[in-house]
């Protein structure tokens, strides 16, 4: 496939932006990369480090430990996982306490540009698939194909509930309700790129679609850019 793109795809916590992207990248032999996992790598340092607590960041100690965060990602049996200095972190970034970590780290100036910066180098040689909040308005304005994904809050809710309970987590449904309400505010009224629909994005509300219409819908806008 010579005339490779740049897929942006943005949305609301646990609406299934990674299974389209994963999805799309395995379907057209693209990269994936998941920029969620490494805002999640930030929340999981932080936690180690002492850095992060359930109420408080410190983020004059975090700045400085910046430089000594290394995110890339390696397939692992077929799967990509994210590792952290070396180390596989996939199963451990995961968590609700990670993904809230993760969410508050993400509304810090200095932790987005770094990200930003990483990202952008990833998508230099194009002819890859990038999920997260700002892809299609801050990291990739010039993409060529944008998507913003939604689902009503309920619906996420008990999709990620059943996600942590197949995983062995025992969650309450309304914790994972109220934590998802949460995020989405944190998300779309951070003052550093707030999550925003680009006016250019096509709109896919997922709420009552199953995986294989969704990527079938998705598969077509990818190939009316590639062919136009």
């Known amino acids: 496939m010579e005339n490779k793109i740049v897929v942006a795809i943005d949305g609301f916590s646990s609406c299934g932006k990674s299974t389209i992207a994963k999805r799309l990248a395995k379907d057209t032999g693209y990269i994936y990369v998941d920029t969620g996992a490494m805002y999640r790598a930030v929340g999981y340092f932080g936690i180690q480090k002492g850095i992060i607590t359930e109420t408080t960041i410190n983020e004059e100690k975090l700045q400085k430990e910046m430089e000594n965060i290394k995110i890339t990602f390696g397939n692992v049996n077929g799967e990509q996982h994210t590792f952290l200095n070396g180390s596989d972190i996939e199963k451990k970034i995961r968590t609700l306490e990670v993904g809230n970590a993760a969410s508050r780290v993400s509304t810090i100036n200095f932790v987005r540009q770094a990200m930003v910066r990483q990202q952008q180098l990833m998508g230099l040689q194009k002819g890859i698939v990038m999920d997260g909040r700002d892809i299609g308005t801050v990291v990739f304005p010039k993409a060529e194909l944008k998507i913003f994904v939604n689902a009503d809050a309920e619906v996420r809710a008990k999709r990620r509930h059943n996600e942590l309970l ?52 998705v598969m077509d806008w990818f190939n009316q850019i590639i062919t136009n």
Not at 181 to 208: C, F, G, V
């Open 166 to 217: 197949k995983k062995g987590e025992k969650v309450d449904y309304q914790e994972v309700l109220d934590n998802i309400l949460e995020r989405d505010y944190r998300d779309t009224h951070r003052k550093e790129s707030p999550l925003i629909r680009a006016k250019d994005a096509k709109l896919l509300d997922n709420s009552s679609f199953d995986i294989e219409l969704q990527q079938k819908v």
